[in-house]
């Protein structure tokens, strides 16, 4: 019923050249050049590897400054993380681990379990964690219960919980505006 058919050895084709349309070419004789195959190197660091264009687009060049600061730059060290450095430009950081570090930045947060070692330079503070060092705040500073600051702090404005501990050198900012300076929303004004 089924004819066999004894398939003979199909005969040597150039690479790129098919006698059918949907047959893949042959590419094991193919010659290779130092011009179509370079060798390959591993990229030294992440500025030797060049980014990707967008399909359809030319070559991006890079004439134009990076910002200084992008909107909303939020870091957090995690719990269990150990981390030590400079850190500029920051909005928000987070510290649930331990950082040993000179920041400047918008606002710090020091969770409960959370140990900051250096000098931070912000907007803003709330410590329910550990902070050791110099600490500038030109807003507010919340040491929230079990919070313990320990240092030399100047700060605009100061919020102690019960069981929030703050011991060292400790001055008001005269720079920053008081409590009192400061107008009150929804409440009625006397004239």
């Known amino acids: 019923m089924f004819l066999k058919r004894k398939h003979a050895a199909a005969p040597r084709r150039e690479p790129g050249n098919t006698d059918r349309p949907h047959e893949r070419p042959d590419m094991s004789d193919a010659v290779t050049t130092p011009e179509n195959n370079p060798p390959a190197q591993p990229a030294r660091s992440l500025q030797d590897i060049p980014p ?3 399909p359809g687009s030319a070559p991006r060049q890079n004439t134009e400054p990076r910002p200084q600061r992008s909107v909303g730059a939020r ?3 995690g719990p269990g993380i150990d981390l030590k450095g400079e850190i500029d430009n920051c ?5 649930e681990g331990n950082l040993q570090a000179t920041l400047s930045g918008e606002v710090l947060e020091v969770a409960e379990g959370g140990v900051f070692k250096g000098n931070a330079k912000v907007a803003e503070a709330d410590i329910q964690g550990r902070f050791e060092g110099e600490l500038s705040v030109s807003g507010i500073l919340r040491v929230r219960s079990g919070g313990h600051v320990n240092g030399t702090v100047k700060y605009g404005r100061i919020e102690v919980e019960a069981g929030g501990e703050i011991a060292g050198s400790i001055s008001r900012d005269e720079s920053a505006p008081a409590a009192s300076d400061r107008p009150r929303t929804g409440l009625p004004t006397r004239s």
């Open 52 to 54: 990707d264009p967008m």
């Open 75 to 77: 870091m957090t060290v």
């Open 91 to 95: 909005d928000t950081i987070v510290v």
